[in-house]
């Protein structure tokens, strides 16, 4: 994954310097060259013996010692990005000023590769004006910021503040600066957003489908190579990415129409819309008046997209379907792997915080064919967005 990668880990006085021990770890076991260097006060936190036989070089914190003086412009240009995990508010602060007290920070503004900070501090210091205006200040330098969790925190309190997870800050990393386009080549299509079933020329029957999840899986196919296709429903999002080639429609059939035309050509067909399941038998041409005391609409199933893209699936053509369930959801979600011949099954739980219709953030299960079922947590749809497709790149086109 980041094979051959040759990462500069600037490592700060925090409490959550122990998780760069295991940020080394993991960078080392991805492939990649480390060399860490400490500011005085991590070596408090963090053992450098440790970090020096994890990472298979000495460790550096002093511009100069008895013997030599460390060449902090050779350090600075000899990595491809430098990563300054966990950043303390001090550091953060002389890397606002430009200070340079330390070797840390002078390979800091003498590097020429891309920067990236992963914060950790309390709370009220994360939200203090004086750090914001710190942080907006590294951010106009381009410098890029991973956001801090919400957790426990060194303090004993709870809330902002904590180092993102080193599996995060890999996969920030792999996915802005290393990022791999294994789908160069593959036609790939998504549905997404609702389905409105006119019941005359004002009225529809909808749901509250923001589109979100599929937008955000249209952009990550994209990012990892594949020429995409994305066929919307009417959802508030405006998509005008270049590259994302966008097909808007109304009505379920419209959508099965353009789902089957383009599936004709894909490689890759990931059905996340929330398509009505019954539409009007009649649509009235005109407004309908309220003359009856008690009316009745007759409903119609529609035709289900992903099941009649199942019947056609092709080899070599992979088919990824969702399930929303409220209850049985294992069950549900296999249930629909199987009756409508799809590769994967992304199962979302309304009964999970986060998850569902509306949010920013979503939480998934992935049942595969042949059994396999990959949990993941509550996050950004951008980031479960990544999940999806770094399965699907695992499973068919590594
Ligand atoms: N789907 C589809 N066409 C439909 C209905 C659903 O392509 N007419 C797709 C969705 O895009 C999703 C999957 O089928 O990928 C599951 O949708 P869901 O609404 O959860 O399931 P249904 O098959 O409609 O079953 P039920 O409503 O009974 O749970």
Not at 20 to 31: E, F, N, P, Q, T
Not at 88 to 98: D, E
Not at 147 to 153: F, I
Request: charged share 25%.
């Amino acid at each position: 994954m980041l094979q051959g990668k040759k990462i500069l880990l600037g490592i700060t006085g925090s409490i959550a310097a122990y998780k760069a021990i295991y940020l080394v770890r993991l960078l080392v076991k991805s492939g990649a060259e480390v060399r860490v260097i400490m500011t005085p006060s991590a070596k408090d936190f963090a053992p450098s013996l440790t970090l020096s036989t994890l990472s298979h070089h000495p460790v550096l914190t002093d511009m100069f010692d008895e013997q030599s003086w460390s060449n902090h412009v050779a350090l600075g240009r000899w990595a491809d990005v430098m990563v300054i995990a966990p950043l303390s508010c001090n550091t953060l602060a002389k890397m606002a000023q430009g200070q340079c007290d330390n070797l840390l920070l002078a390979v800091y503004l003498s590097a020429t590769c891309p920067v990236v900070v992963a914060p950790a501090m309390d709370e009220d210091m994360w939200h203090h004006p004086a750090t914001k205006d710190n942080l907006r200040k590294l951010e106009s330098f381009g410098n890029r910021i991973i956001p801090v969790g919400k957790g426990e925190l060194a303090s004993g309190l709870y809330g902002d503040g904590r180092m993102a997870e080193p599996e995060e800050i890999i996969q920030f990393l792999t996915g802005n600066f290393f990022l791999t386009r294994p789908l160069t080549g593959k036609k790939a299509i998504v549905t997404a957003g609702p389905t409105y079933e006119a019941l005359d020329p004002v009225r529809f029957i909808g749901n509250h489908s923001s589109g979100k999840m599929g937008i955000a899986i249209a952009r990550e196919l994209y990012r990892r190579g594949a020429d995409v296709t994305l066929i919307l429903g009417p959802s508030k999002a405006d998509v005008t990415d270049n590259g994302i080639r966008v097909v808007r429609v109304v009505s379920a059939e419209e959508m099965y129409q353009a789902a089957g035309k383009a599936f004709e050509k894909a490689d890759i067909a990931v059905m996340s819309a929330a398509v009505a399941d019954y539409t009007p038998v009649v649509k009235a041409d005109q407004k309908i008046k309220k003359t009856e005391e008690h009316f009745s609409i007759e409903l119609a199933k529609t035709k289900d997209i992903l099941k009649s893209l199942g019947e056609k699936k092709k080899a070599g053509q992979v088919l990824v379907g969702f399930a929303l369930e409220t209850n049985n959801e294992k069950a549900n979600a296999l249930d629909k792997l199987n009756r409508k011949n799809a590769d994967m099954i992304v199962l979302n739980s309304l009964n999970d915080a986060g998850a569902g219709f509306g949010h920013d953030t979503n939480k998934i299960t992935i049942f595969r064919k042949g059994g396999e079922e990959i949990h993941f947590d509550t996050k950004p749809k951008e980031d479960v967005a990544r999940d999806i497709v770094d399965t699907i790149i695992r499973v068919h086109y590594a």
